[in-house]
């Protein structure tokens, strides 16, 4: 992409009659006034390739997609014995500030600056939901700085990484910048096609040089895109026409609106999506990725048949408190369309899967803490169940919930979606230590309609068992220890699964192979393949075990599924 090079901007002071204005500096009354802050590093957006940048060990390259913007970004891979740094010289002024930031994706990628003569800056992300986040830090320059290194890098070992939008923001060193951006042209080719009762599916050609498009309906700006050129306009009402109009946008502006189009929704209040098949008695789940993040990108109708709940990652948060709304990654997707999309969720529900919508990540940002947010969660939920067919939602919101409120949101929906709602949940192993957590407070208090819970035995540092004793990650004894405390602290087997990575690339730390999942299957079930830690009693009724995801699982082969799939259709 294009980097935002400000203008310089002069200072006017008071003047005598004798001054003179000279360059692009005036002086003031005051003294020396200084050129706007400019981005001193060079080609931030990877738009002219590996240009001005030097990557460890031949590590980067630069990619077409995924971008955060753009044409272009930064894909650089560690290996064992190389971190893949990414960096490049920028020139600046003495004794001044700067801000440092760019848009990254992975896990353990690091932003930072080294040579500032004072204290070096660094700033990281965990990463691991397959999101563009974005890192910012500061530095301060020393004395007799002119000359910093600033770069990115990610982690021995672990998978490749991007970033995209690199900047560094201060005081002019004298080093040149970017030319600036134009403002980008009209969108060309709007159209609509597949609407509903209550949503349009509008897509449009890409504009040169647009960092993201603005989406407008009945003239007031609905949706912004980045990445895309696609969008599902949702909340509609049947039976009414809208018009709708695109415009594009960079650093420099927003261009022109595209030529409008109109289209009309369907009569009813929706698509009756037809019942939800029963969940079998032990069953396997896995998260389905509605973003290209390197694994394999699958249409719903690639899903390995092993897996019985295919969870859909992830729901959007909206403007309104507690409410959702899903927005398909059609570009990333190569292509795959929401009418695509609804069709393959019926198939797999005629073929006697599952497929529910994931509320939360890693990135989530719904909130739900009164009776307003919850009442906004049932409503949105239920509507996108009628409107895409959804058999319910699951959990998985990582940044804390409220017990009380949450409770209420999931019972409202169950009154709604009636006895065949599928409804799960996916903790850390932090929020299921205790049965005064929120999160295991609000699985004991929807027991009754709680379909199961799947704890994510990854990115966690050591926990205690039921036992009261210590385990680590990454062996049976973590998995079946704290399994136990929900087996013994109210769950029913039947609401208790295994969660698990399905490559290593598919989580921070825990990946285990799926032989080590299968041992704690057999341990709980059938009290066999137990390491030191052995449960007081069998659970043959346990439902089975989740992975992240579908996608990494395809990557590597089905390997998960294929292995621990039969296990879990095998138990007891």
Known sequence: ????????????????????????????????AYAADVDVARNGGYENGLANWSCSAGSGSTVAAP?????????????????ARCSQTVTVRPNSTYTLSAWVQGSYVYLGATGTGTSDASTWTPGGTGAWQKLSTTFTTG?????????????????AYLADEF?????????????????????????????????VDLSWSAVSGASGYYVYQD????????????????GLAASTSYSFGVSAYNAAGEGPRSAPVTATTTAG????????????????????????????????????????????????ATTTPGAISFNLDSAGLGGYTAAQFKADIAAKKAAGKSVVLSVGGEKGTITVNDSASATNLANSAYALMREYGFSGIDIDLENGL??????????ALSQKAGPGLVLT????????????????????????????????YYNSGSMLGCDGKVYSQGSVDFLTALACIQLEGGLAPSQVGLGLPASPSGAGSGYVSPSVVNSALDCLARGAGCGSFKPSRTYPGLRGAMTWSTNWDAKAGNAWSGSVGPKVHGLP
């Open 167 to 199: 900047s560094v923001f201060g005081p002019d060193g004298g080093g040149g910048t970017d030319p600036g951006p134009t403002v980008p042209g009209a969108p060309a080719g709007l159209s609509a096609a597949g609407a509903t009762s209550s949503s």
């Open 67 to 83: 971008v955060h913007a753009g044409a272009a970004a930064l894909k650089a891979t560690p290996s064992g014995q190389d971190n």
């Open 402 to 411: 409220d017990a009380t409120y949450m409770t209420q949101a999931l019972r």
């Open 269 to 316: 209040g929706g698509t009756d999506p037809g019942p939800n098949p029963s969940v079998p008695k032990h069953a396997l789940t896995g998260y389905w990725q509605n973003f290209n993040n390197g694994a394999t990108v699958q249409k719903l109708s690639d899903v390995q048949a092993q897996y019985d709940i295919i969870a859909v990652a992830f729901a959007d």
């Open 425 to 456: 949940m996916a903790p850390q192993t932090i929020d299921m230590q205790s049965t005064s957590n929120a999160y295991f407070k609000t699985a004991l208090n929807i027991k009754d309609i709680l379909t199961v819970v799947n704890m994510q």
């Open 219 to 234: 003239g007031v700006r609905v949706r912004t895109v980045a990445g895309a050129t696609a969008a599902t306009i949702t």
């Open 143 to 159: 004395a007799n700085t002119t000359q910093v290194t600033v770069y990115t890098h990610g982690w021995y070992g672990q998978p």
């Open 1 to 32: 992409m294009n980097r935002i090079r400000p203008s310089a901007l002069l200072c006017a002071g008071a003047l005598t009659a004798t001054a003179a204005l000279t360059g692009a500096l005036a002086v003031a009354a005051a003294g020396t």
